[in-house]
Structures are given as structure tokens and as C-alpha cells.
């Protein structure tokens, strides 16, 4: 059985900076690609950023420039580093594991930007 295990949201300042982490255990296959999504109040989910085991990666246009996303495959970690933080960052951010055909989340991280 799969889990994704969040950390790392809380209360920041607009402009300020916030690192996410996400550690999956269970039976893990090598290729994978790992990411967050985010939802905010009365919005959809949406993809932040995704990173392939090879290193490929992929963002938002939202967030490109603001936000690295990044891995470490001997601990099946993610991370996300958010710099820049704005008030519409502010969301629950949810760790994504997708492997041979099956998605598996996370049980969703707060994240709240405000002064």
C-alpha cells in the first residue's frame, strides 16, 4: 500500500517563502512521476508542478520563477520550495504520486498567505 506523507504548510507573509515536503512508502516503483497540485476555496484542483524520476519537470505558468520543485530518490521526497509567496497561493496543496497507470494523493497540506 501506497502513502504520501505531507509537510511543511502553514501562515506566511505575501513575499514570503515556505518549503513543502512529501515522503511515499509502500511499494515504489523507480519510474514515477512525483508533484503538487493545489486547490483552492470554490476552485478546481490544479497542477503547481511535477518532477519525473529522470528529473523532468514541469509548472504552472502561475508559479514558474516562484516555485522549484525538486526530488530525492533514495527517499521517494519530494519537495517544493515556494519563494514569493502572494495572497493567491493561498490554497491546500496536495502531494501526487503517479505510477504504472495508478494516482495516489496526499492528504492535502495548508497553505495560507496573508499579512
Known amino acids: 500500500q501506497v502513502q504520501l506523507v505531507e509537510s511543511g504548510g502553514g501562515l506566511v507573509q505575501p513575499g514570503g517563502s515556505l518549503r513543502l515536503s512529501c515522503a511515499a512508502s509502500?511499494?515504489?516503483?523507480?519510474?514515477?512521476?512525483m508533484g503538487w497540485y493545489r486547490q483552492a476555496p470554490g476552485k478546481q484542483r490544479e497542477l503547481v508542478a511535477a518532477i519525473s524520476s529522470g528529473g523532468s519537470t514541469n509548472y504552472a505558468d502561475s508559479v514558474k520563477g516562484r516555485f522549484t520543485i525538486s526530488r530525492d530518490n533514495a527517499k521517494n521526497t519530494v519537495y517544493l520550495q515556494m519563494n514569493s509567496l502572494k495572497p493567491e497561493d493561498t490554497a491546500v496543496y496536495y502531494c501526487?504520486?503517479?505510477?504504472?497507470?495508478?494516482?495516489?494523493w496526499g492528504q492535502g497540506t495548508q497553505v495560507t498567505v496573508s499579512s
Open positions: 509502500g511499494s515504489i516503483f523507480s519510474m514515477n512521476v
Open positions: 501526487n504520486l503517479q505510477m504504472r497507470a495508478t494516482t495516489y
